[in-house]
């Protein structure tokens, strides 16, 4: 019998105003065991600047049309195939490729389901209330002076996250206000946002109002310096490069904390906090990464331990997998980071105990725990891409110092004035009460302030 051929690979295209772009590189995309798992267009730097221009040519539609495309673009992505990819084909491309569990891409249909429609609907509620949407005014005195909302430019970049499917919700808040919108994907995750734009297209977006490019890091440079406003996603090195340029919007670590104050029955709430530091196999930026108690941290850090240690070590695709995966090497070089970093702390869940060798190349990882001596230690500011989870003990005489730069903040506590002085500092970005873990996202409302308060200003205007 002849020998049946292997099926190709998928491969993931550039998508530019003209439709889809098959430039001549690509690269492979690994799974989490280290084989090629889809291919990916790679855009050379030159077409980044012919590509803006297009886009900067094409109407704007009205933002009544452009909000129901949105919610429209929701419904399908969580529902519909689309470039010959099902909702199932996805949630495996996603889970195999940056090793986290299956249920997080399912519940990113899901998130995208409603969530777009919501994101759409709340972007004028991002406007203040003194601020008009457009000129002529209605619901005002003709001829009255006023202010109007407008953008702050016509083009927005995105370099996109490959940790979590969620940030892409975001910038459909753009597309929301008017804006057009480039994306160049994380090469750990071109599936998401290649499936959104797909979403959008199909739903009826002109396809100059959202591209998706491909490239190495100088195709990310050449997008961030064509376009008017720029979102980038990164860690401590991207949030250096970028600080103080006014036109980009540096989303790096989150650096999310629990507070445990005393005379709380913390036992009430160990599945929030244990939520709160695993969900999304603990890659996102919201995955509680400290942990403060006042008085002796050892009995909840020890109860949290015990539940952490149970958690089971599955391929990304298995149904039940809740740890994320990584090639078996990387899983190697992360425990001998870990342990350099917790080099001064007491483990309960060490370093020898992260990596869990799946057999195939790849491994699970583990949880980490360590007890912190000094609430000060920058160690509790270190992440890692995996539930990692440093206990510190919290003293009043220390104040929000140590609870300060967080993106989320859990406090565990009948202090209303601690709570107050929480939700006044402008490091605090989210503050949570303890029914629901620091992962929770509720479309619409802001995750690191509104989107808008970076895109749009208000412009006077004397008739």
């Known amino acids: 019998m002849p020998a049946t051929s292997a099926p190709a690979r998928r491969t993931v295209h550039a998508l530019v105003p003209a439709g889809s772009y098959a430039p001549h590189r690509r690269e492979a995309v690994p799974d989490v065991a280290g084989r090629p798992f889809a291919d990916l267009s790679m855009v050379p730097r030159l077409a980044v600047a012919r590509t803006v221009e297009a886009m900067r040519r094409a109407e704007a539609p009205a933002p009544e049309e452009t909000r129901k495309v949105i919610g429209a673009a929701g419904r399908l992505f969580a529902t519909a195939t689309l470039d010959g990819e099902s909702p199932a084909d996805y949630c495996h491309a996603v889970a195999r490729t940056t090793g986290l569990p299956l249920a997080t891409p399912r519940a990113a249909l899901r998130l995208f389901e409603t969530g777009a429609a919501a994101i759409a609907d709340g972007a004028d509620g991002q406007r203040p209330t003194a601020v008009a949407a457009r000129y002529p005014w209605t619901g005002r005195a003709a001829g009255a002076p006023g202010a109007v909302w407008t953008r702050r430019g016509d083009v927005l970049a995105v370099l996109a996250p490959g940790n979590h499917p969620g940030p892409h919700l975001e910038w459909l808040t753009a597309l929301a206000l008017g804006y057009r919108v480039a994306v160049r994907p994380s090469r750990r995750d071109p ?172 491994a699970a990882l583990r949880p980490a725990l360590h007890l912190v001596a000094d609430p000060q230690d920058p160690v509790l500011g270190a992440e890692m891409p995996f539930p990692c989870v440093w206990v510190a003990p919290w003293n009043r005489r220390d104040g929000l110092g140590p609870l300060r730069h967080s993106l989320a903040l859990m406090t565990l506590t009948d202090d209303t004035e601690l709570v107050s002085r929480a939700l006044a500092d402008p490091t605090i970005r989210n503050v949570f009460l303890g029914t629901r873990p620091t992962s929770t996202y509720v479309p619409g409302l802001p995750h690191d302030g509104h989107l808008a308060e970076f895109l749009m200003t208000a412009t006077t205007v004397v008739p």
Do not use: M
């Open 191 to 362: 599936f998401t946002p290649a499936r959104l734009v797909h979403a959008l297209r199909a739903a009826g977006l002109d396809p100059a109002h959202c591209v998706l490019l491909p490239g190495g890091h100088e195709v990310g440079d050449a997008l961030v310096a064509a376009a008017d406003r720029s979102v980038v996603f990164g860690g401590d090195d991207v949030v250096r490069r970028y600080r103080g340029e006014a036109s980009v919007f540096v989303q790096g670590p989150g650096r999310s904390k629990i507070l445990v104050t005393e005379g709380t029955d913390w036992t009430r709430h160990l599945d929030v906090i244990e939520e709160s530091v695993t969900s999304g196999g603990g890659l996102g930026c919201v995955n509680a990464t400290a942990l403060l108690v006042e008085g002796d941290p050892r009995p909840v850090a020890q109860a949290l331990a015990a539940r952490l240690a149970r958690l089971p070590a599955l391929p990304p695709e298995a149904p039940d997998a809740v740890l994320p995966v990584a090639p078996l090497a990387r899983a190697h070089a992360l425990r001998e980071h870990l342990a350099r970093r917790a080099a001064d702390t007491e483990a309960l869940l060490g370093a020898d105990g992260l990596v869990a060798d799946l057999g195939d190349g790849s």
